[in-house]
C-alpha cells in the first residue's frame, strides 16, 4: 500500500525567495512520484514526476524535485517564488496498479 | 494541447436522485479514472477502467456509483441515488497506454447534494 504525507498545510514565502514543499511518501514497491498543482477553480495540472530514472527531476516553470529513497522523500522546490506561484501543490504516488495515492496538500502563498 | 474535458462544472441536486457526471478523456488515451475531492479533504481514488472493464476500484465506489464508456469519446461516472456525503468535487483523468502511470486530469464537477 501506498501513502504520503505533505508538511506543512500552508506555506508562506516573499517573491523571489526559495520555495520548499516537502513530501515524504511510504510504498511497498519501488514507487512513481508526481507533483501536480491546482489553481483556484481548476483542475490538477501535472508539475513532473519521477518514474525511477533520474533522481533530480525537473518540471514546468521552473519547479524541480529529488527523489532520496534513503529518506523516502521527494521535496518540490523553485528557487525564486513568484507571485504567480500561489496555488495548492499535491504530491502523489502510484506504484500499486495505476491508481494515484495524494497527500492532504500544501496551500503556497507568495507575498509581495 | 490536448485536454481533459468535464461537464458540467457544477451540479446541484436533491438526495436520492440520480446524476450521471460527464467526461472527454484526451483522444489517444485508453485508461480513464474517476477520483473525488470533498472539501477540505484529500483527493481520493474512486475506479479505473481500461478496456470497457473496470480495473480496480476503491472502497467508496460501492454499488451506488457505476462507469461507463457508452461511446468512443465520453467516459461517465454515475451516482444512483445521492446521499449528502456524495457532494465534493470529481475530477475525471485519463493516460495513454505507454505511460498510463502519468494521468491527466479535468477541471472537475462540483457536485452538491441538498
Known amino acids: 500500500a501506498q501513502s504520503v504525507t505533505q508538511l506543512g498545510s500552508h506555506v508562506s514565502v516573499s517573491e523571489g525567495a526559495l520555495v520548499l514543499l516537502r513530501c515524504n511518501y511510504s510504498?511497498?514497491?519501488?514507487?512513481?512520484l508526481f507533483w501536480y498543482v491546482q489553481y483556484p477553480n481548476q483542475g490538477l495540472q501535472l508539475l513532473l514526476k519521477?518514474?525511477?530514472?533520474?533522481?533530480l527531476v525537473k518540471g514546468i516553470n521552473g519547479f524541480e524535485a529529488e527523489f532520496k529513497k534513503s529518506e523516502t522523500s521527494f521535496h518540490l522546490t523553485k528557487p525564486s517564488a513568484h507571485m504567480s506561484d500561489a496555488a495548492e501543490y499535491f504530491c502523489?504516488?502510484?506504484?500499486?496498479?495505476?491508481?494515484?495515492?495524494f497527500g492532504a496538500g500544501t496551500i503556497l502563498r507568495v507575498k509581495s | 494541447e490536448p485536454e481533459v474535458t468535464q461537464t458540467p462544472s457544477h451540479q446541484v441536486t436533491q438526495m436520492g436522485q440520480e446524476v450521471i457526471l460527464r467526461c472527454v478523456p484526451i483522444?489517444?488515451?485508453?485508461?480513464f479514472y474517476w477520483y473525488r475531492q470533498i472539501l477540505g479533504q484529500k483527493v481520493e481514488f474512486l475506479v479505473s477502467?481500461?478496456?470497457?472493464?473496470?480495473?480496480?476500484k476503491s472502497e467508496i465506489f460501492d454499488d451506488q456509483f457505476s462507469v461507463e464508456r457508452p461511446d468512443g469519446s465520453n467516459f461517465t461516472l454515475k451516482i444512483r441515488s445521492t446521499k449528502l456525503e456524495d457532494s465534493a468535487m470529481y475530477f475525471c483523468?485519463?493516460?495513454?497506454?505507454?505511460?498510463?502511470?502519468?494521468?491527466?486530469f479535468g477541471p472537475g464537477t462540483r457536485l452538491t447534494v441538498t
Open positions: 477502467f481500461y478496456n470497457n472493464e473496470i480495473s480496480e
Open positions: 502523489a504516488v502510484s506504484g500499486d496498479g495505476n491508481k494515484l495515492v
Open positions: 519521477y518514474t525511477s530514472a533520474a533522481t
Open positions: 510504498s511497498s514497491v519501488p514507487p512513481y
Open positions: 483523468a485519463s493516460s495513454a497506454l505507454t505511460s498510463s502511470y502519468e494521468q491527466y
Open positions: 483522444s489517444n488515451h485508453l485508461y
